[in-house]
């Protein structure tokens, strides 16, 4: 039996993020006919509701702001970050490492050829800063964008998920602290002038990652990329010698298979919603904020077709309050700022609390290994409340002390016994946690000791600016679970983001980037944008080799670009066994 195609493309594209959006962008550039698919009803994926940070060491916008880095130095720093190779597989190779860190100038110069205007997060530093090769300044962010351009586009994006403001990261550490530092308050007033100029001028700005997803869509749209919506990939389709020629997309009218002469893309994100799924891989059933599309179902399409998968029993983990009913809140600063630190349910402190949010989640889970830690509570002072924005208590606070899953008091006994803590371990963690808060330096975890701890702090605690003593009622404890940003695990890839099988060989016809697959970055978060930065530059180069490819033919055998288009011309109507 035998089926034709509904359509026919150069590329199809699986998924709206930055993976997806940035390989359409990059076929279309090469003069591929593009086609993206998205499983929800807007575009944008989780990167529109993210910090829309990309990590690019030695990129050259931070060249241009005079920070200084190397391809040395940058795969330096990813072996002292990430482990070394043999110890984290495949997903981390170091043809992968440097295929991401070569590609990094290219990539970052085309996209700003075609618009994107860049901006350095100049103050972040890289999680691990004291390691061989870290540094501070490796981030890279859209400027803020004004979502008007974009106009019926507009409408099917997630922008409602984005920060409707001209938010930049470097806003973030410094509007933390706007009611406790002039700097803080600096920034806040800047932040506050930026965002009325935007309304002056008439404009809808958005910054984070909606600035940066609305850039990238801005660019789609004009190189004329078309987008169909509520329209997951469900099935891949490959030819008698195992190429993939097509997929199958359940499209609102119905099934449709759509024939891709250079290659099927797979950008749709993990699968840090399904509940199942996470059972299965990482024994909970999930706290992430990623977007609610992210079910694993390009992944599975890939599984179906051969692939292999790795690291699926990770995330990129952070500490959340779980708020009932709905989203769980991630959580930055709130922990690491000083007066705070964090216990498990015996009453027991066990961790830096200023460290890398993927740290904090692994050491969360291994933590309950042990005694019960999730949920863990974050412990915060009266100054602390006064001096810090605490996100989840401004935007749920009745409901989490309704719920218990906030408690407060006027003393830390009475505090401990609200959480539910043992009272002799609780008052040993105050006693040994004050003490080493006015010696200044925490000798049992060593928090504050590093520049990325100290990016959420407060300068004006001396001497150690994460460490002050939680003297001063009244006190309050929150929740906190393991949330996270999305999932780690899928899909193998090599240098090219060809999609792997389970035997090491190339499935020809088939990428794949970002939580679709296995990151990179093996089971750390080396920098801020370790997600967002890997998927862009996997999904150009996904696009790039399928550039090379015609009808399913590999790209060393490819014919050149003038037969290419001849090829590609003559084949429109094409039956392949169904199913």
Known sequence: ???????????LVAGSGAAG?????????????????ESTDRWGGTTMRSGGGLWMPNNPVMKRRGIADSRAEALTYLESAIGP????GPASSQARREAFIDTIPELVNRLEELGVRWAVAKDYPDYYPDRPGGKIGRGIESKPFDAKKLGDWRKTSRTGDSIPAPMQTDDVWLLMRAWSSFSGFVRGARFVFRTLGGLVTGKNLYGFGGGLMLQLGYIAKQQGTEILLSSPLTELVKDDDGR????????????????????????????????????KYHGIPGYTSAAEGDLGTAIQAGVEAGADVALMDDAW????????????????NERSDPFSFVVDQSGARYLNESESYID?????????????????????????????????????????????????????EELGEKMGVDRATFAA???????????????????????????????????????????????????????DLGTKGG???????RVLDVDGGVIEGLYAAGNTTASVMGRTYPGPGSTIGPAAVFGYLAAAHAAGRVAGVPASTAAAPAEQAAQAGEAESVEVPAG
Do not use: C
């Open 317 to 332: 983990w952070g500490a959340s309050v779980p708020v009932p009913g709905k989203q769980a809140m991630f959580v930055l």
């Open 360 to 412: 904090f989640g692994h050491h969360l889970l291994e933590r309950n290994e042990v005694s019960p830690a999730n949920p863990s509570w974050l412990v915060v002072e009266k100054r602390h409340r006064q001096r810090y924005m605490f996100g989840a208590l401004l935007a749920d606070g009745k409901q989490l002390f309704r719920e218990g899953v906030a408690v407060k008091a006027d003393t830390l």
């Open 244 to 279: 993939v020629i097509g997929a199958v997309v359940a499209a609102p009218g119905g099934a449709l298979r759509i024939r891709a002469r250079h290659g099927v893309i797979l950008g749709a994100g993990g699968f840090a919603a399904n509940t199942a799924w996470r059972q």
């Open 21 to 37: 959006m940035t390989a359409a962008i990059a076929a279309a550039d090469r003069g591929l006919s593009t086609l993206i698919v």
């Open 429 to 483: 963690t105050v006693e040994r946690f004050n003490a080493l808060a006015r010696g200044g330096v925490d000798v049992d975890f060593g928090r504050g000791r590093t520049a990325y701890d100290r990016y959420y702090s407060d300068p004006r605690v001396k001497p150690n600016p994460n460490l002050a003593a939680l003297e001063k009622g009244p006190f309050t404890a929150v929740q906190l679970v393991p949330g």
């Open 85 to 88: 190779v043999d110890a984290i």
């Open 491 to 497: 899909l193998l890839t090599d240098e090219h983001a």
């Open 1 to 11: 039996m035998t089926a034709s195609w509904d359509r026919e493309v150069d590329v």
